[in-house]
């Protein structure tokens, strides 16, 4: 018989080990690290020390609005059933995707723009601060640059850019890094909705630890 690890804790717990130990740099602020090393996770893939890329000092910013209970803006589904909920429900953080909506889908007819488009639209209308999280939707991150250059994302406190593909990908995030918002984004067409969700529950977890602590 094979001898394995079975408990789940101690899998992760040496996956992460094993993840820090076969990292080439390691000298990042503990919650960089956090993120860094869940996003490795992720993907198995250590290619992401070179290309995830933080702007403004935005882990910060994300685990302050976080820790005040903001809502968090997705274009996926998938980005919304995976970040954790017994975390959000501590911080009374609500998550929101509105690409599916009827108001979206109207919208979107009635301008001639993508549903991704105008859930960002509307997400904007919505009262509170706000963190986008974007792992599909080029258009979706091209559209908060609109936004952003018509002074109308002021409740946005920060953006996860990490659409995936080979159509507008790379270029919206080239965008969103020319822009003065805090951002994280992955360079070129990798990136994704669990790429996204790694990086949420990383700091969702921090916000946690922050706030049990008050």
Not at 60 to 89: H, P, R, V, W, Y
Not at 160 to 181: C, H, M, N, Q, R
Request: aromatic letters at 6%.
């Amino acid at each position: 018989m094979h001898d394995f690890i079975k408990n789940p804790g101690k899998i992760e717990e040496e996956s992460f080990r094993i993840i820090y130990e076969s990292m080439k740099n390691t000298d990042l602020t503990p919650l960089r690290l956090s993120i860094m090393q869940r996003v490795i996770h992720t993907t198995t893939d250590f290619i992401y020390e070179d290309i995830l890329l933080f702007k403004n000092q935005v882990e910060n910013i994300i685990l302050e609005a976080f820790a005040s209970g903001c809502t968090i803006i997705t274009d996926t589904q998938m980005i919304k059933a995976g970040i954790s909920k017994k975390l959000t429900e501590q911080l009374g953080i609500r998550i929101k995707c509105l690409v599916g909506s009827d108001e979206a889908y109207r919208i979107s007819k009635e301008k001639g723009i993508t549903r991704s488009m105008a859930a960002v639209d509307l997400a904007l209308e919505m009262p509170g601060d706000k963190v986008f999280a974007v792992g599909n939707a080029p258009t979706a991150l091209f559209r908060l640059i609109d936004q952003s250059n018509k002074n109308k994302i002021g409740s946005v406190k920060a953006v996860i850019g990490v659409p995936v593909g080979f159509v507008g990908a790379t270029e919206s995030k080239d965008a969103l890094w020319e822009e003065d918002i805090p951002s994280i984004i992955t360079k070129g067409r990798k990136g994704g909705s669990t790429i996204a969700v790694a990086i949420i529950n990383a700091v969702l977890r921090e916000a946690v630890k922050k706030l049990a602590k008050q």
